[in-house]
């Protein structure tokens, strides 16, 4: 199933370009008050959430996705965590020489480890990127974004897929310079999110997808998330053993070779198999 959150509020399914108002589902969300508890309540209560919308669907208004704004399908990730250098950069070398150079690749993603991204910086296809600091250059990183189902400590590789909710696609936008990467990563808007969230069970196999993203019509980045050094199962084990995962958490499982600059009225399409693609409109902040 593809779940979108359109027009700030509203809850969708979407189904051959039409969206389908599901936002009565949301009234299954317990009433809680402040302090809340971690995590994102809707990612969190995604099983009851998805049984409502069963209940509903049969029933429920349909409109065209274009007349729609699409937002981040996660409204308020508890955090959101990214990996460095995690494609095999180039495949031919890696055929020829494969034992040297993924051990190579390996040892430097376990060396650096994961960063993280403010959450904050999250915005969504409606929203799009407003470019700070124009006197820097900054390049877009499409990405395979994992959203984290329920609480995850310390969990074994095979049981790593168990706690994802679904798969949506990520633009980690970045301005280069020579401070943290955090730093430069946290921009608000520099975590696109979008265009709707496709249910685990939709993605049987996340280490199998074509990516590609393209500028002003013109292809910057193709690859396969089976190039990924760390695969999706590896990166939620890896980053589980430092820190809890929470529901909403968001993993972006890094970018494949062919990143570059965009400019203020540049529209980048990101798209990934079997989740969808988007068009997200760069501007100046
Ligand atoms: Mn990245």
Avoid at 39 to 48: E, F, L, S, V, Y
Avoid at 123 to 133: D, F, M, Q, T, Y
Avoid at 184 to 190: E, P, T
Wanted: glycine share 8%; net charge negative; hydrophobic share 40%.
């Amino acid at each position: 199933m593809l779940i979108c959150r359109f027009n700030m509020q509203c809850l969708g399914v979407v189904a051959d370009e039409v969206v389908y108002d599901v936002t009565r589902a949301l009234e299954i969300l317990p009433r809680v008050d402040w302090p809340l508890p971690a995590g994102d309540m809707m990612i969190g209560n995604i099983a009851k959430i998805r049984d409502r919308i069963a209940d509903i669907l049969p029933g429920a208004t349909g409109v065209p996705v274009r007349s729609v704004s699409l937002h981040s399908p996660v409204a308020n990730p508890p955090k959101i965590v990214g990996a460095p250098v995690n494609y095999r950069e180039h495949v031919a070398e890696a055929e020829r020489d494969k034992e040297t150079f993924f051990q190579h690749q390996l040892v430097r993603i376990q060396e650096i480890g994961l960063f993280l991204k403010s959450s904050t910086s999250v915005s969504g296809p409606a929203e799009g990127i407003s470019l700070r600091r124009l006197d820097r250059r900054t390049d877009h990183e499409v990405e395979l974004a994992v959203i984290i189902g329920k609480i995850a400590d310390r969990v074994k590789h095979e049981d790593a897929l168990s706690y994802v909710a679904g798969y949506t696609i990520g633009l980690d936008m970045t301005c280069r310079g020579r401070e943290e990467r955090s730093l430069r990563k946290s921009i608000d808007s520099y975590s696109v999110l979008g265009p709707w969230m496709a249910t685990a069970d939709e993605i049987p196999n996340p280490d199998s997808l074509d990516l590609e993203l393209s500028v002003n019509g013109q292809l910057r980045q193709k690859a396969n998330t089976g190039d990924l050094i760390m695969d999706v199962s590896d990166l939620i084990a890896f980053a589980s053993s430092f820190y809890t995962l929470y529901p909403g958490d968001v993993i972006m499982t890094g970018t494949p070779a062919g990143v570059g600059p965009v400019m203020p009225g540049d529209v980048i399409m990101a798209r990934i198999e079997r989740i969808g693609q988007m068009d997200v409109v760069v501007k100046a902040a």
